[in-house]
T-cell receptor, first 112, second 116 residues
Framework: GENVEQHPSTLSVQEGDSAVIKCTYS??????FPWYKQELGKRPQLIID?????GEKKDQRIAVTLNKTAKHFSLHITETQPEDSAVYFC???????????FGAGTRLTVKP | NAGVTQTPKFQVLKTGQSMTLQCAQD?????MYWYRQDPGMGLRLIYY???????DKGEVPNGYNVSRLNKREFSLRLESAAPSQTSVYFC???????????????FGEGSRLTVL
C-alpha cells in the first residue's frame, strides 16, 4: 500500500530562519500532496497542498515543491515566527481514491 | 456551521469493554474518515467511507468496525477494547466533486481514549 516517510522528526530553528521538511513516497500513482499543521492539543489543519501537475506552490511564507520523478515533496517555511511552532504532517493520495495517508510528523520549534 | 463534531471527547475503558465513537459533519461532504494518532506515528487511517453506504479499510482496521449511518454520520466501534487501542481518535470529512475528492480534510477536535 501507500507509504510516506517524513524527515526530520524534530526541527529547531531560530526565529527568522527558514525551515524545510521533506517527504518521500513510493506509489507513483499518488497525485495529491497536502501539508497539515497541528498545534498542541488542537486538530490538524490544512496549510498548503499541491497536485501532481504542478511543481511548486507558494502562499506567503509557505511553499511546497514536488519532484514526481524522485517521488518527494517538501514544505518550506521562510522567516519563521514562534507561532509556526507546531507538528507538521505531509500526506499523499492517489487519483480517484479517497484513502489519505500521512507521514509520521515533524515537530518544529521556532526559538525567539 | 459546526463543521465536524465528535463525541465523546474523553473516555476511559477497561479491557474488554465496548464503545462507539460518534462523528457528524454538517458540510454535506461525501467522504468521511477515522484516524488514530499515537506519539511518533502520525495519523493512521483506520477506515474511510467514500459515500453513504460504502466503507473501506485503511492501514489499521483490526479491532474496529464502522457504520456510515447516513451522509452526515460515521461511527467507529470498538467491540472489545484493548490497551493497544489507547490513542487519540480523529474523525474527518472531505468534499467530493465529480468523483474526485477535492482534497482538504476537515478534522473534528479528537477523542482521547484510554483503555486500562
Amino acid at each position: 500500500g501507500e507509504n510516506v516517510e517524513q524527515h526530520p522528526s524534530t526541527l529547531s530553528v531560530q526565529e527568522g530562519d527558514s525551515a524545510v521538511i521533506k517527504c518521500t513516497y513510493s506509489d507513483s500513482a499518488s497525485n495529491y500532496f497536502p501539508w497539515y499543521k497541528q498545534e498542541l492539543g488542537k486538530r490538524p489543519q490544512l496549510i498548503i497542498d499541491i497536485r501532481s501537475n504542478v511543481g511548486e506552490k507558494k502562499d506567503q511564507r509557505i511553499a511546497v515543491t514536488l519532484n514526481k520523478t524522485a517521488k518527494h515533496f517538501s514544505l518550506h517555511i521562510t522567516e519563521t515566527q514562534p507561532e509556526d511552532s507546531a507538528v507538521y504532517f505531509c500526506a499523499i493520495r492517489k487519483a480517484n481514491n479517497n484513502d489519505m495517508r500521512f507521514g509520521a510528523g515533524t515537530r518544529l520549534t521556532v526559538k525567539p | 456551521n459546526a463543521g465536524v463534531t465528535q463525541t465523546p471527547k474523553f473516555q476511559v475503558l477497561k479491557t474488554g469493554q465496548s464503545m462507539t465513537l460518534q462523528c457528524a459533519q454538517d458540510m454535506n461532504h461525501n467522504s468521511m474518515y477515522w484516524y488514530r494518532q499515537d506519539p511518533g506515528m502520525g495519523l493512521r487511517l483506520i477506515y474511510y467511507s467514500a459515500s453513504e453506504g460504502t466503507t473501506d479499510k485503511g492501514e489499521v482496521p483490526n479491532g474496529y468496525n464502522v457504520s456510515r449511518l447516513n451522509k452526515r454520520e460515521f461511527s467507529l466501534r470498538l467491540e472489545s477494547a484493548a490497551p493497544s487501542q489507547t490513542s487519540v481518535y480523529f474523525c474527518a470529512s472531505s468534499e467530493t466533486s465529480g468523483g474526485a475528492d477535492t482534497g482538504e480534510l476537515f478534522f473534528g477536535e479528537g477523542s482521547r481514549l484510554t483503555v486500562l
